[in-house]
């Protein structure tokens, strides 16, 4: 079955702890993405990856880092985290028909 | 940047009802897509499609690349169809090469 795994699904933290939002796809796809989704500013692009230690950002990469160091993993970092990164995120896989994960909600106090 | 506009921002309905969502995007695309968010919060992808037509059982979508449009067609709308449905398109230019989000279109069918 095709999936798209995130983990955690939820997460409530403190400003300025790292942290690691991992992503995993069995689609052998070699394009993936993270989103945030917020109310009133829909969904934004923050970083995508065209293949194994290809990546670039999107429209809104400040405060973020990611790694592709292999093809079925794609994990988003917050090497210190502040409350306006509080979102809903997803990771996607895929370029032509995008496969999205399930969400992670993060909350940072 | 490229613009990528929805319309109706909302739209409520009668269960059997047809509908018509649009979106336009300011630059030339290669890569269009129509995703629906349930109200759950899950993201699923309805349709590749740059250019031309393409059905789905009861959905359907056209892309016109040439006037910078595209609608999906939701036909004999069922309960499970409410939610929002976002269109993306994928840009290539002096900023960048990345997907950008329409605002979406929230609907609402009622029993």
Not at chain 1, 5 to 12: A, C, K, V, W
Not at chain 1, 38 to 54: A, C, F, K, T
Not at chain 2, 19 to 26: E, I, M, Q, V, W
Request: aromatic share 12%; net charge neutral; charged share 15%.
């Amino acid at each position: 079955e095709a999936q798209v795994t995130q983990n955690p699904r939820y997460l409530i933290t403190v400003t300025g702890k790292k942290l690691t939002v991992t992503c995993s796809q069995n689609m052998n796809h070699e394009y993936m993405s993270w989103y945030r989704q917020d109310p009133g500013l829909g969904l934004r692009q923050i970083y995508y990856s065209m293949n194994v230690e290809v990546t670039d950002k999107g429209d809104v990469p400040e405060g973020y880092k990611v790694s592709r160091k292999e093809k079925r993993n794609f994990p988003l970092i917050l090497e210190s985290p502040s409350p306006n990164q509080t979102s809903l995120y997803f990771c996607a896989s895929g370029r032509y028909e995008q496969y999205f994960g399930p969400g992670t909600r993060l909350t940072v106090t | 940047g490229i613009q990528v506009e929805q319309s109706p921002p909302d739209l409520i309905l009668q269960e059997g009802a047809n509908s018509t969502l649009r979106c336009n995007f300011s630059d030339s695309v290669n890569n269009l897509q129509w995703f629906h968010q349930n109200p759950w919060g899950q993201l699923i992808n309805l349709f590749y499609i740059p250019s031309g037509t393409k059905q789905n059982g009861r959905l359907s979508a056209t892309t016109v690349a040439t006037e910078r449009y595209s609608l999906l067609y939701i036909s004999s709308s069922q309960t499970t169809d409410s939610g929002v449905y976002f269109c993306a398109v994928e840009r290539r230019d002096n900023y960048g090469q990345n997907f950008v989000f329409g605002p979406g279109t929230r609907l609402s069918v009622l029993p």
